[in-house]
């Protein structure tokens, strides 16, 4: 068994589009835009969702929305979903980005929650 849960909504924009993006989505928001020092293509939207992480994400590709799954089995939630129907398309670090049925991306990714925050949200999976 395994437990997991959405833990985050990425907004992406092109690398030389990320500012004025964090910028519009921080005054439609009505939140604030902070710059995440340690990964500089971050700039996380405090508040935007309750419960979840919003950022906005400087890429090499085209813009998009992707969900970021956290769990505590990386390899088997990975499986999970690419039982129902996902692809795994790369890796970066600790996350794997698989393509979803109708084109979309997610990111499975370790527990970065705090865990009484982790605990109240997940599944548990068999």
Not at 24 to 47: K, M, N, R, T
Not at 103 to 108: A, K
Request: proline share 8%.
């Amino acid at each position: 068994m395994h437990r997991s849960r959405v833990h985050a909504v990425l907004i992406d924009a092109p690398r030389a589009e990320a500012a004025r993006a964090a910028a519009f989505w921080s005054a439609a928001l009505g939140v604030p835009a902070e710059a995440d020092p340690e990964h500089p293509q971050f700039v996380d939207l405090h508040g935007a969702l309750p419960g979840l992480v919003t950022a906005v994400q400087a890429v090499d590709d085209a813009p998009r929305f992707h969900l970021d799954f956290e769990t505590d089995d990386v390899a088997a939630e990975t499986a999970r979903l690419v039982a129902l129907g996902a692809t795994q398309v790369a890796r970066w670090r600790d996350c794997h980005v698989l393509r979803v049925p109708g084109g979309h991306l997610v990111c499975v990714l370790p527990v970065a929650s705090a865990p009484e925050v982790f605990d109240s949200g997940a599944t548990t999976w068999p």
